[in-house]
Every structure is written in structure tokens, then in C-alpha cells.
């Protein structure tokens, strides 16, 4: 039964009296039933309003449908957890077991375990007792675990005193497990295994069994194969999927536009090996639309050839998106057409969907239409090679491609660089590195790459047709899957703005910020020695981009509607908006099914997608992190500059700027005394030396560990020196009163 509402003297109830009547009602309520409830009639229902919106940006209550209000979900004082994993810092993440679908759980930090206990796996289940802290995250205790850990791991098979071990590859694993003679399985030192866990002890370890030799940890590309077998993600095609691939067959200029007379060009990394969209650009000569432009956008027509409820489709569909490791790539389509049908190589004849755009000077996109045609592309650029050829570094290269045909290119890109820069987009440059692998599976050398203003170009055309996509399917109202990125949660966007305040920057107060206000934040802060840490943080508290048939726009792009068309061979989310935009716009075969977009779950696929989009990105950062380890491994002893990235409980985060790699300096190696975590200035004082480490302060580090089976590297602090800032900040913390013994997130959240 729901509660009663007192009657408020004042014509609007204050906001604790709200959040406990909707706590209490069993069922939603509409703006007109709270207004019976606390007696709110005429004109002060828009301040009723107001106050419903403001609780809603600060995330405390929620109306995700015809307008009807509740609480955030709540959890008691003990619940059943899942556990999801480590999160950006490294601390243990979980989720309530039980959970309304489509609604985001509360924040939950799952403390160690007492005991020699092994590490939490994710998918675990645990019985927890939870404390809710201040901004409506929760710190969870273990009291039992529920379920068994995951059975089955991956690692390095391994001989110690002549008896068998296996190193998991997983940097969170505590220990090792034993391996008996009976259960090797024929495994050598140093094969890489798939092991399951036994219910024994044997010499103080887990007993454990080999299932699956997969390989030899020195074979070229050992690496790459634990992050695949890690993140599920497959590798050979279906016997099915591969005889329709290379059954496939060019097609004609039938039913299609003629395009094989424009000078279309693809322009890619020079270590690129299938070609999946070609661009063109040309003065407008629509004299309405002076210093205006004409664009083509044309992307390999993968719906041609990828039928819906064929073995193509379902393993696309299954693997979601291509992986692209430092060694490797697994792609999502059979090579027959990745590399193969659906790559526009130069000087084939390819089948195509072209989005043709006319934008003003400014950049603004005034007309757009899709098309099918038949085109050959007349070069395959790199972006070093055309920009050279703009720069006058290089001639075009030959086969009829003239100068002016760059030199449009970047006269659209500048009208288009304008348009971005007023709505105010988040630039956010972080370094990317590469690293240089020799036939052997050895690391030769690491560099970083160089962005051109030929990489934001073809960033700048692909954005541009993505809109056009979903302009188009929005006015036909046909089924879209749109590229959703979410404004950053307002309890993230406080913790940032503390943080940025240490660097002298701020933001526009209240929970709700936009992403030009941030852009402007990166900008003040280009010639800050901290503008990386800045770019990062501002990254962090980002949410994460998704795939939905829901639109919900695009937060960093600060665009209404966005979705992706310019990659089929490698993101199914783009081969669905193919589909679509062939069916709405009656384009011949390749559609969606008739009703498709009603009776396809859209919205598992799009939760699917977006999960495997997640796994492959995390594959690819763990496959660098081991290949750096490998690298550094020769250097145990070396010193080197870093900067803290990251401050937990349990020690700091390093980033070593020349490899771009990441190292842990635990707390017990900052030396013998307490420390103190202060989650909201982001640093980490001693109870004893007063000695603080702030997120951003630069320290000179010795390598102390360096491990590829895990990719984990450990570091010491041989040099710290505080800047004046970070002075005051010491003097600051040590005025006030000293921290108490407990829990230092508990402490955190009171401030």
C-alpha cells in the first residue's frame, strides 16, 4: 500500500519529504498524483516540476516512462552480488544479482577478503553485507561465497623443483595451482594452457588439470591467443559461413549508379589490409550554396552479399565486430569478403552504398541522399602519403589522380572542422602507441603515433555520413540502431570538477554539464605539463558509448542523433543501418526482412553487440600491456620518467609517457607506514612522513617487475618532487585533524 504524503504548508514539499514518498509507494507516480499527494495546485505545479527535474539529473529518482516518477531502485543491508571485475582503478566491482532489466544498478566496491582466500573471478557469486555511502554507491564485505569460481582459466604451464604449476594469465589470480604427473595432459614448461580447477590441495597449492594445450607462450603471436581465448572470442569461421563467402561473386552495374568515373579514394593506415569506405569531394555548383560542398561517402554494400538468415549472418552477428590485435586481426566477415569482395582495392570494381552530401561553408549539412552503385577506386592512401601530397612533400601518385583532387578533400574538411568546433565537440587526444613485432613474436621497438590532420578528414567525412544515415531513417521511420553516448553521471562530473579545481580549471556549476563546456576545459589546458592526466580524467567520467535502437544522442560528438554506416565489414551495428536504409529507401535487395525491425529483438541485439564491442576493446589493451611487458622485461633495473595516472587504496598507477605503458607502485613498496587515500583530492598521504602523491605529480620509477604472462609491471618510486600545488595541498591536509583508522572510502564519501 503507498504511503500517506503530509500536506505541506508551502506550495511545493521539500525534496527529503519527496525522495521518502516515492521510496515508499509501491508503484510509480505521474506529476498529477504527487501533486494530489502534497495538495499542489495551479502555477506551483511548475515548481513541483522543477524539483522532480533537478532529482532526476542528480540521479536520486527516475521516469523512464510516460512520465512517471520512482526511486532508484534500493538494496538492503545484505544482498547477492555478482561480481563484474576490476574497474578503471583496479578496484573489484559488483552488481546486484536481481536487478529491473534495462535499469543501471548503483556503484558497488567490493572489499578484500580476509584470509589467504583466492581472488573474486568475475561471474562469481558472493553474499555480501553493503553500506551505502553518500553519492548512492555502496562498499560491499563479503560474508560467503554463493557459487563456485569460474572452473576454467588460462595460463603458462610450468615446472618448479620438478614438480608441475600453471601461472594464470589473469594479473588479479593470487596464486598458483599444482599440477599432478596424471593430470599434464602432456604439457610442457611454457605451453600456454586451458586448466580446470580440482577440489584438492596438493604442496600448500590448488590442484588443477590441463584440458587444452593451445600453444607455446615463445610462438609468435602467444600473446594475442591468451587475449582472444580470455574474452570468448572466436576465431575460425563456421564451415557454413566460410562456402558462402567464397561462393560470392562481383556484381553488375544493373540497378546501380555508375560511379566508376569519379575519382573516389580510400585513405587508411599503412598496415592496413581491407579498405571499407572511399571519399570525394567537389566544389558545390549549386550557386545558392556558394563556398558550399559536394561529398561521397561510398562504403562497401556488405548487405549485398550478407544476407539476413544465412550462416554469414549469424556468425557476423555472433562476433558482433572485427578484433584488431598489435599481431593480428580477427575480422568479423570470412576473408573471401573482407579482404576480398567487400574491399575496395584499388582499380576493382566494387559494389557500393554512397552517401551523397551537400554542406554549406560552414560546414552544416544541408541535403543528403543514399545511393547503390558501382565504383573502382582510383588510389589506396595512406594518411602519411596525402598528407604529404597536401603539404607539397609528395606528387599524387599516378593513374590520373591530379592534385586538385586532394586539395578539395581538405577544403571540405576545413567547412566541416568549423561546424565541429560550434557545437561545441569533446577533443580528446591521448597518445596512441604501436608496437613493432619481429617474425619470431618478439617486441623490436615501441613508437607512438603521429595524428594528422588527414586522420580527422576521414574522421570528419565518416561523422558526417553517419548523420546522414540517421536523419535518413529517422524521417522514414524505419528501424535505426544508433551509436548512443550519455551525458557523464552527475556524481562523476562532481568528483571531476574537485579534481580540476587542483589545476586552477573549473566547470559551470550543477549536476549537468555539456560537452562544449568540457572542450573548453581542454582547451585552457593545452600548455598545462598535465594536459594528458586532464584529457584522461575528463575520459574517465565519461559513459561508455553503446549500441541502441533507442536514441538517446551523442554526448562527445554533441550531436541529436548518430549512427554508424561507414564500417559493415567490421561492426554488424553498421551492416543493421545498411539493411535498414535499403529497405526504407527501396533500394533493391539486401533489406531488412518485411516487420524485421519489430520482430528482431533489436534490443538484445544492440545489448549484444555493444558487449562484444567491450570485449574486443579489452582484448586489444591486454594484448598491448603484455607485449610491453615482454619488452620491458630485458630492463628490470631501469629507471625512468613517469607521471601518476591513477591513486587507489592499495598503491599508484604509473604511466611510463615513452612506451605508453602502465605500471602499478604498490603501497607497501611507498615505504613502512600507513597511507591514507583521499578519493576526492586523488592522493595518497603517510600517516607517518606526511609525504602526499597526487594524481598528475611526476616521479622518476626503477622497474622492478616486468611479466607477459600477465602484463603486469611493477614499479618503485625513486624520485618524487611535489610542485607548488601540490605543496599547498600537503600543507592543507596537514592543518586539519588526522584521519581516523577504517574504511577510506567511508571517510571519502562524508567529505
Not at 505521474?30 to 511548475?46: H, Q
Not at 551523442?554 to 554488424?572: C, D, M, N, Q, V
Not at 598491448?624 to 630485458?634: C, I, P
Amino acid at each position: 500500500m503507498a504511503a500517506k504524503a503530509a500536506k505541506p504548508n508551502s506550495p511545493c514539499p521539500r525534496r527529503d519529504d519527496l525522495l521518502a514518498y516515492l521510496r515508499d509507494r509501491e508503484e510509480p507516480a505521474s506529476l498529477a498524483e504527487l501533486a494530489r499527494a502534497f495538495n499542489v495546485k495551479g502555477k506551483d505545479r511548475t515548481a513541483l516540476r522543477l524539483l522532480l527535474r533537478g532529482l532526476e539529473d542528480e540521479g536520486l529518482i527516475e521516469a523512464p516512462a510516460r512520465r512517471k516518477y520512482s526511486s532508484r531502485q534500493r538494496l538492503g543491508s545484505v544482498a547477492v552480488l555478482e561480481i563484474t571485475g576490476p574497474d578503471a582503478d583496479g578496484e573489484l566491482r559488483a552488481r546486484p544479482l536481481r536487478w529491473a532489466k534495462g535499469k543501471t544498478p548503483p556503484a558497488i566496491y567490493v572489499a578484500p577478503e580476509r584470509g589467504a582466500a583466492p581472488a573474486l573471478g568475475a561471474g562469481e557469486r558472493i553474499l555480501a553485507r553493503l553500506t551505502r555511502n553518500e553519492d548512492g554507491s555502496f562498499d560491499a564485505r563479503p560474508m560467503r561465497r554463493l557459487g563456485p569460481a569460474p572452473t576454467d582459466f588460462l595460463g603458462v604451464y610450468q615446472q618448479r623443483s620438478g614438480r608441475g604449476r600453471i601461472k594464470p594469465t589473469d594479473r588479479r589470480a593470487k596464486f598458483d595451482y599444482g599440477v599432478g604427473a596424471s593430470n599434464r595432459k602432456g604439457a610442457a614448461p611454457g605451453d600456454l594452457v586451458r586448466a580446470r580447477v580440482l577440489g584438492g590441495r596438493a604442496g600448500g597449492l590448488r590442484e588443477a588439470e590441463v584440458i587444452e594445450r593451445i600453444g607455446h607462450m615463445g610462438s609468435p603471436g602467444a600473446i594475442d591467443v591468451i587475449a582472444l581465448h580470455t574474452n570468448d572470442i572466436a576465431i575460425a569461421f563456421g564451415k557454413g559461413a566460410i562456402a558462402e563467402a567464397e561462393a560470392a561473386r562481383p556484381v553488375a552495374l544493373a540497378g546501380r549508379e555508375d560511379l566508376r568515373g569519379v575519382p573516389l579514394v580510400t585513405i587508411d593506415g599503412a598496415d592496413a589490409r581491407d579498405f571499407d569506405d572511399a571519399v570525394f569531394a567537389e566544389p558545390d555548383g549549386d550557386p545558392a550554396n556558394q563556398g558550399g560542398w559536394r561529398l561521397l561517402v561510398a562504403i562497401a554494400d556488405v548487405a549485398w552479399y550478407v544476407r539476413q538468415g544465412t550462416a554469414l549472418d549469424a556468425d557476423a552477428r555472433m562476433r558482433g565486430n572485427s578484433v584488431y590485435l598489435p599481431s593480428r586481426v580477427v575480422p568479423m566477415l570470412p576473408e573471401a569478403l573482407s579482404s576480398g569482395l567487400c574491399s575496395l582495392r584499388p582499380g576493382e570494381e566494387r559494389a557500393v552504398v554512397c552517401a551523397e552530401m551537400r554542406i554549406d561553408h560552414r560546414g552544416r549539412l544541408l541535403h543528403h541522399r543514399f545511393l547503390r552503385g558501382l565504383m573502382r577506386s582510383w588510389a589506396r592512401l595512406t594518411y602519411r602519403q596525402i598528407q604529404d601530397i597536401k603539404d607539397g612533400k609528395a606528387a599524387p601518385p599516378p593513374g590520373g589522380l591530379g592534385r586538385p583532387t586532394i586539395e578539395n578533400l581538405y577544403g571540405a574538411y576545413d567547412s566541416l572542422a568549423q561546424a565541429r568546433v560550434a557545437r561545441g565537440t569533446l577533443e580528446l587526444e591521448l597518445p596512441e602507441f604501436k608496437v613493432e613485432i619481429s617474425d619470431q613474436g618478439g617486441v623490436t621497438g615501441v613508437s607512438r603515433r603521429t595524428r594528422l590532420a588527414s586522420h580527422r578528414l576521414v574522421e570528419e567525412f565518416m561523422i558526417t555520413a553517419n548523420v546522414a544515415a540517421a536523419e535518413t531513417l529517422e524521417k522514414h521511420r524505419a528501424p535505426c540502431m544508433y551509436r548512443v553516448h550519455e551525458a557523464p553521471d552527475p556524481i562523476k562530473i562532481e568528483g571531476l570538477r574537485d579534481f580540476l579545481e587542483t589545476f586552477g580549471l573549473g566547470l559551470p556549476p550543477g549536476p549537468v554539464v555539456r560537452a562544449g563546456e568540457l572542450a573548453r576545459v581542454l582547451e585552457k589546458s593545452v600548455k598545462d605539463a598535465n594536459a594528458e592526466i586532464i584529457h584522461e580524467a575528463i575520459l574517465r567520467c565519461q559513459s561508455q558509448a553503446e549500441y541502441s535502437p533507442a536514441n538517446r544522442g551523442h554526448f562527445g560528438l554533441a550531436l541529436r542523433r548518430y549512427a554508424h554506416f561507414t564500417s559493415p565489414i567490421r561492426r554488424y551495428a553498421d551492416l543493421l543501418v545498411h539493411r535498414a536504409l535499403i529497405g526504407a529507401l527501396g533500394l533493391g535487395e539486401g533489406a531488412l526482412a518485411e516487420d524485421d525491425g519489430a520482430a528482431t529483438p533489436w534490443e538484445e541485439i544492440g545489448v549484444h553487440i555493444s558487449d562484444t564491442e567491450r570485449h574486443a576493446k579489452r582484448a586489444e589493451r591486454e594484448s598491448m600491456d603484455r607485449y610491453l611487458a615482454l619488452y620491458l622485461e630485458e630492463r628490470i633495473g631501469a629507471r625512468f620518467p613517469g607521471r601518476i595516472t591513477g591513486v587507489t587504496r592499495f598503491g599508484l598507477f604509473i604511466r611510463l609517457p615513452e612506451f605508453g605503458a602502465d605500471g602499478l607502485v604498490p603501497a607497501r613498496h611507498l615505504g613502512d607506514e600507513r597511507w591514507h587515500h583521499d578519493a576526492r583530492r586523488h592522493s595518497l598521504e603517510g600517516m607517518a612522513s606526511g609525504t602526499v602523491y597526487v594524481l598528475g605529480d611526476a616521479v622518476e620509477v626503477e622497474l622492478r617487475e616486468a611479466d607477459p604472462v600477465t602484463g603486469g609491471l611493477i614499479l618503485g618510486i625513486t624520485a618524487h618532487r611535489p610542485t607548488a600545488r601540490r605543496r599547498a595541498l600537503k600543507t592543507k591536509r596537514r592543518a586539519g585533524p588526522g584521519p581516523r583508522r577504517g574504511s577510506a572510502r567511508k571517510r571519502r564519501r562524508k567529505r
